[in-house]
């Protein structure tokens, strides 16, 4: 399963002050972010792979030029899921992420942030700041499934080592801030997608589901008090843990809810 997000293509950096959907950046955002999910994909089939499933994530889930992926592809899009990776299960060989980003508060990551660019101010588990990169693959790592391939910037790709040291790398541009990077032509990420995908597939067996410490504690800081308030109204089970945060204990990561 391909996870795509939009943030991490090349030459893709947003403008300042808006979230990336809001933006003039958006169009393109979205079909270089397709071109790159596409470049895995046919590197996945190249491989042997029987089934690939392209799984939109961003915003709403509904980005992609989705007749310009691979046709051999399948897709998930759309919100409203129960979890991260929909329909995911214990039969998959791996998970790649497309267009990745840092996490929220990474100094001159481009477009930082974590699920919400005004919602979350940080995320912990068991006392460790995370991003999208580790929760969600921590959520395959619960079905024994593991991350293979992440491509974004440089600060995300260096993030994703760090939880995932085996974990096959493209970085698409080097941040220079939040909505400034020097980065590589389009056609040439691409193919270097290509390339990597299809080493961490040579790479199978090397590669780990990745998974945090049992029982997970979840602690979430929003950037305004008053969503704090709301979520702890809206969400069972949490509690508050500072003025503006709420913490958790989860059983599995199949309980995580962003």
């Known amino acids: 399963m391909i996870a795509v997000d939009c943030d991490g293509p090349a030459c893709v950096v947003g403008e300042p002050g808006k979230a ?3 933006s003039r950046d958006m169009v393109f955002a979205r079909e270089q972010a397709t071109r790159e999910a596409d470049a895995a994909a046919r590197a996945l089939f190249d491989c042997g792979a029987e089934k690939v499933i392209v799984w939109d994530n961003h915003g709403v889930g509904s980005n992609l030029v989705f007749d310009k992926l691979e046709p051999r592809c399948e897709i998930i899009l759309g919100a409203g899921f129960d979890r991260r990776f929909p329909l ?5 060989a791996g998970v790649l992420m497309i267009g990745y980003h840092a996490m929220e508060g990474t100094p001159d990551a481009v477009l930082a ?3 919400s660019p005004w919602a979350y101010a940080e995320i912990r588990a068991n006392g460790q700041p995370v ?3 580790a929760l969600d693959a921590a959520v395959a790592g ?3 499934v593991p991350l293979i391939f992440v491509s974004s910037d440089d600060k995300g790709c260096a993030e994703a080592r760090q939880f995932a040291p085996w974990v096959e790398t493209v970085e ?3 941040a220079y801030g939040r909505t400034c990077a020097y980065s590589k032509h389009p056609s040439s990420a691409e193919n270097e997608i290509y390339q990597r995908v299809t080493d961490s597939v040579n790479k199978l067996e090397s590669m780990q589901a990745f998974k945090f410490a049992k029982p997970i504690t979840i602690e979430i800081r929003f950037k305004k008090i008053f969503k704090a308030f709301k979520a702890r109204v809206k969400r ?3 509690r508050y843990s500072g003025f503006s945060s709420i913490m958790r204990e989860h059983s599995s990561m199949l309980e995580w809810r962003c």
């Open 142 to 144: 619960e079905l024994e």
């Open 113 to 115: 942030h974590t699920y």
């Open 20 to 22: 990336l959907s809001d």
């Open 88 to 92: 995911l299960d214990e039969s998959y």
């Open 131 to 133: 991003g999208e990169i």
């Open 172 to 174: 698409t541009k080097i």
């Open 236 to 238: 069972s089970g949490w």
